[in-house]
């Protein structure tokens, strides 16, 4: 498990890593890849988005095609974790109290602690999509990030091709807009997608 920390401590994406993975075909006949299982720990407050692609080698020692990307789990202890990539191979993306995921890539499965989310920016939304199941073990928070006006916002923000759980959870989310509650949002699960959008009328702002 490799432990990943923020660099400057603010929202703001600090790094962007597109991750190739070059190996030898000796080095894939040496050992048999679905032997190793690696993952990472995102910690510290700032954005980490991760854009890379799994890649795949044909090689007959290893038999069919090998994958070569992180297979363990993903941690989301602090901050956003935006994934416009695929990460499909990771077990499970577990997202812990007050940390995000976000983006347009893949994942497989996912679990949201208390008072973890989503993350969707309002200027250029995102859909994340997961092929496996969805957690919701508590109420959740969907957080969106806006410098304008809100009134039509309405935005599918995960597309989920397993089950999600903890439906009851979802429908209790507290919906955020740059980090202060807005009694507008709405999150509504059809069984196979969450969507957010902020309802006409008058704002109250519950800290």
Request: glycine share 12%.
């Amino acid at each position: 498990m490799f432990d990943i920390s923020d660099v400057t401590g603010d929202a703001v994406v600090d790094a962007d890593f597109e991750i190739p993975f070059i190996v030898s075909q000796n080095f894939l006949a040496a050992r048999r890849l679905d032997e190793w299982k690696f993952g990472f720990r995102k910690t510290g407050a700032g954005t980490m988005r991760y854009g890379g692609e799994k890649i795949s080698f044909k090689n007959s020692n290893v038999g069919g095609y090998a994958y070569i990307s992180y297979n363990g789990d993903t941690e989301v202890a602090e901050g956003t974790l935006q994934v416009d990539g695929d990460i499909s191979l990771s077990d499970t993306v577990r997202v812990s109290a007050g940390a995000y995921l976000a983006g347009s890539g893949t994942i497989n499965h996912a679990v949201f602690s208390k008072d973890a989310g989503l993350r969707v920016s309002a200027t250029q939304p995102t859909t994340l999509h997961a092929i496996g199941t969805v957690d919701f073990a508590d109420v959740p928070v969907i957080e969106i990030d806006s410098n304008g006006d809100l009134a039509r916002f309405n935005q599918e923000i995960l597309k989920v091709d397993g089950s999600i759980t903890g439906l009851e959870n979802l429908e209790k989310a507290a919906v955020m807009v740059n980090g202060v509650r807005d009694t507008r949002g709405c999150v509504t699960c059809d069984g196979s997608s969450v969507r957010v959008s902020i309802k006409n009328g008058l704002v109250i702002f519950l800290r």
